[in-house]
């Protein structure tokens, strides 16, 4: 838990446009909206959905999640599963090899108190790793990383998958949970071609593969396509932010978070400057010139960040220009980075203040 004692935090029933900026806001019913939308995709096509928790960090919000009827979590830390574990939460995939005896002891901790804790690998390294550490202790359920296209981890062929799971199979304290990928965007053709190649090559061995992971916020709404999958992971699409828009997932109206920000400084005609720099809004561009979508003035263009001052590039704007002390409504590009950037998240609706959260899981180390 984090230490608020001099923040200002805001209060049920407070105005949103009064609050002291910066400070990400979470729209409730746009939240709700997001949650509902794309469980109700993942039902109608049968797949189990797996939320990922790095876009929120926040147990109340996978409590929502869960609710919903999603499938257990997503954590990329051992500390982030720490976290929702001692929230209640059961089935966690954490989808990052873990190397080390400092993490491993710790994974070993948690498998003892939780009933469906997952890992993954791609290399023999990581798993003689983890049997060397779960050897005679509860057993670890292990899926193979498979890289599809995505160019991250991964083990590279079908058949380098398979030998991996029979791996798996002879190592002390480990039990083959399944294969797992993080895909290339739009490349859904390809990844079935993958898993499918694998499946075989197990069944032809005798080997169960109980799940095969999928993932992906830009692929979200081509799950479907992959039809070997029993499962998909997403994060992103709770908040929904400027590249969600961009790929053609929402609409602003979609966006349930936004970075509130003042205007502290208008130096010029063609210029602003908001108190939102790198600290608040990220230096993540994801592809774009900019940093972030400015709510009501679609000209503006935040056209750098320094650590606290966000500059606005007013010069295109035809009608009228934010003022000095004007609150602005900011999509960011990456809200997942911005979750990590704050220890309190304040929702509202309606522009009212209806509760505040601490981002339980931010910050925290391996």
């Known amino acids: ?155 590279q062929t079908p058949e380098q998958a398979v030998s991996l799971a029979r791996r798996i199979l002879a190592a002390d304290g480990l039990t083959f949970g399944g294969i797992l990928t993080y895909p290339k965007p739009q490349s859904a053709d390809v990844v079935e071609a993958f898993i499918q190649a694998a499946l075989k090559q197990l069944a032809a061995d005798g080997i169960a593969c109980p799940i095969v992971s999928n993932g992906g916020t830009p692929s979200l709404f081509q799950a479907h396509l992959v039809k070997s999958a029993t499962e998909h992971r997403a994060g992103t699409y709770i908040y929904n932010d400027r590249q969600m828009i961009r790929m053609g997932h929402c609409t602003q109206d979609d966006c349930a978070m936004h970075v509130l920000a003042t205007v502290v400084s208008r130096p010029n005609a063609g210029r602003a400057v908001i108190d939102a720099g790198s600290k608040a809004l990220t230096s993540d561009l994801q592809g774009f010139a900019d940093f972030g979508l400015v709510v009501g003035y679609p000209e ?46 304040v929702f509202h609706r309606d522009g009212i203040v209806t509760r505040v959260e601490d981002v339980a899981a931010r910050g925290l180390v391996w």
């Open 1 to 155: 838990m984090h230490d608020n004692r001099f923040a200002v935090v805001a209060k049920t029933g407070d105005r949103i446009v009064d609050l002291s900026t910066p400070r990400p806001i979470i729209d409730e019913d746009r939240l709700a909206a997001n949650i509902s939308r794309v469980q109700s995709y993942m039902d109608e096509h049968g797949l189990n959905f797996r939320p990922h928790i790095k876009t929120h960090k926040i147990p109340a919000l996978a409590a929502a999640q869960v609710a919903a009827g999603a499938k257990g979590i997503n954590c990329q830390k051992v500390t982030e599963a720490e976290v929702f574990a001692e929230a209640g939460f059961e089935d966690i995939l954490i989808t990052f090899n873990i190397i080390g005896a400092p993490k491993l002891e710790r994974l070993a901790a948690l498998n003892d108190r939780i009933s469906g804790l997952k890992v993954v690998a791609d290399s023999d390294v990581t798993v003689d790793g983890l049997s060397a550490h779960f050897s005679g202790r509860k057993p670890l359920t292990v899926l193979v990383e498979c890289d599809t296209g995505g160019a991250r981890c991964g083990v």
């Open 300 to 345: 503006a263009k935040i056209a750098s960040l320094s650590e606290e001052h966000g500059v606005i590039d007013l010069s295109a704007c035809t009608a009228t220009r934010p003022e000095i002390g004007e609150k602005l409504f900011i999509i960011p590009n990456h809200t997942c980075v911005v979750s990590n950037l704050f220890d309190t998240m």
